[in-house]
């Protein structure tokens, strides 16, 4: 319990530091958020042109599609705020030695490289996100209880951190190889297959994209969740795959963190 | 040779060393490549039709778009610019009789140059998979005008660039500009959806913007979305945003010079 306070206590720190530089860049943040907010409405505005020729997609209306794009969105969008800075930071200190500065704090390694920044940018338009969720259930004309609200946000909170764990495997490879260049590239790329409708999928394609890289459950599950109801198999195949990555990246990384040999390296 | 002409083969070979970056784009491009298919395929479920193509058709031109980037796309040249910027890497340029411009779109054709050769390899390799679904017009108009507008597409995307990479001048971090811009130019020049899809009085503004004759243009020329009237009316108004934009990078050359200060030896 002590140890957990003391990480609190630690990552409140880190928040206010990330806080403070925000505010002191202020046209920084606002060109960012831009950005962000940007490339959401790029996605709404796709969603809205393809519907306006076609009633359906893999069985999904128009508002049940928009409820997937911001499910998959929110999670990105919380990755990005908590996370992204940090564990990008990462492969770059790895390679100059910097990493040193992250070993000689005190505390967990993959703690604190991940959770030294806060993007305010990225979590200023998940707000954005969840605004296109509800306005998306609202238009369905769904009712969600609070059960159910509880349920998504779990499933949201499981999301990003599968999504925490690939990045951190992806950026643990600098502890092997000399570039970890186009893996930003790769992520969003991946990301692109979240935003599709598991029904979209063919034998094949699921095979990589639903069962071997989780990037479709991750953002059906919630959407599904949400639209049908509970469903115990979504949320338990959720579940064991959050467990199975996160466990997944905390080896590979400590397994690279013994490969590493400070600012030689 | 002229010294353009040296710069050209020291771009071929530089950019030779970071084939290794092309290949992971042309990787990215397979996967972008399979989002469009795995999308509108299931919005085509059902629609022998969408917006009076077939699914055919609208693959034909996601392919074209994706190999036009490889050939005139500007991938960081902007980065590039601004880094000289930066890096007062610039001020040997001051002091040579050189066009910054003229060695700067050399450098450029040369990127264009290996990463068309890589997009070549990428499109050979996907053509036991999408040879099937490739519906390309046989009209001898449509290689005649396409390849000056892809020409044309090409001044229009590298005068950008250099535009946002002059922001340097100003601005100590521009990646924020780049990337917003990114997002217009990927909606606005039809990487997302064709163009002609957006409806009627969206279309009719946004043929007028230079985004439109980024991508969509040229590729609407090949793959038979518009006709003879339309591409040579939209050659005038791309050759009018071509000079257009050179006569404005020239503009923020001047104009950036004024403020920037040449230090150390």
Known sequence: ?265 | MTKYGQAFLVGLQSNLVYRWNFAVRSLFWFCHLLVVFILWGAAYAGNPSIGGYSFSQTLTYFVVIFILQFFVGAFNEDYQISEDIRNGLINQFLLKPINYFAYRMSVFAAARVVSGAFGILALLVALPFVRGYLDLPHEGWRLALGIPAMGLTALIQFSLAYCFGMLAFWFLEIQGFVILSMAVETLLGGQIVPLDLLPPAAFNVVRFLPFFYQAYFPAAILTGRQGLDFALQGLAIQAFWAFVLVCLAEAVWRRGLRHHTAAGG
């Open chain 1, 1 to 265: 319990m002590d140890s957990l306070s003391r990480y609190l206590r630690i990552w409140l720190a880190s928040a206010r530091y990330s806080l403070v530089r925000a505010t002191m860049f202020r046209g920084d943040l606002f060109i960012w958020a831009s950005v962000e907010l940007l490339w959401i409405s790029v996605n709404v505005i796709m969603v809205a042109v393809i519907y306006s020729h076609t009633r359906s997609v893999a069985g999904w209306s128009m508002y049940e599609m928009l409820l997937l794009v911001g499910t998959s969105m929110l999670i990105q969008r919380f990755l990005m705020g908590f996370f992204w800075s940090g564990i990008f930071e990462m492969g770059r200190n790895v390679r100059s030695g910097l990493f040193d500065f992250v070993l000689a704090q005190p505390g967990d390694p993959l703690f604190m490289a991940s959770t030294r920044k806060l993007e305010l940018d990225g979590l200023l338009n998940a707000v954005v996100a969840a605004a296109l969720v509800v306005y998306s259930v609202r238009k369905l004309g769904l009712h969600p209880g609070a059960g159910a609200i509880a349920l998504y946000a779990c499933m949201i909170a499981c999301g990003v951190v599968i999504h925490y764990s690939a990045l951190v495997i992806a950026m643990s490879l600098s502890f092997w190889i000399t570039s970890s260049q186009g893996v930003e590239g790769s992520y969003f790329t991946l990301m692109e297959f979240s935003r599709l409708p598991r029904e979209a999928f063919g034998r094949l394609t699921s095979i990589l994209f639903v069962w071997v890289l989780p990037v479709v459950v991750v953002s059906n599950a919630p959407a599904r969740e949400i639209l049908h109801g509970f469903q115990p198999w979504w949320a338990l195949g959720l579940l064991a795959a959050t467990g199975a990555w996160l466990a997944l990246a905390v080896a590979v990384f400590r397994s690279g963190l013994r490969r590493y040999t400070s600012a030689s390296s």
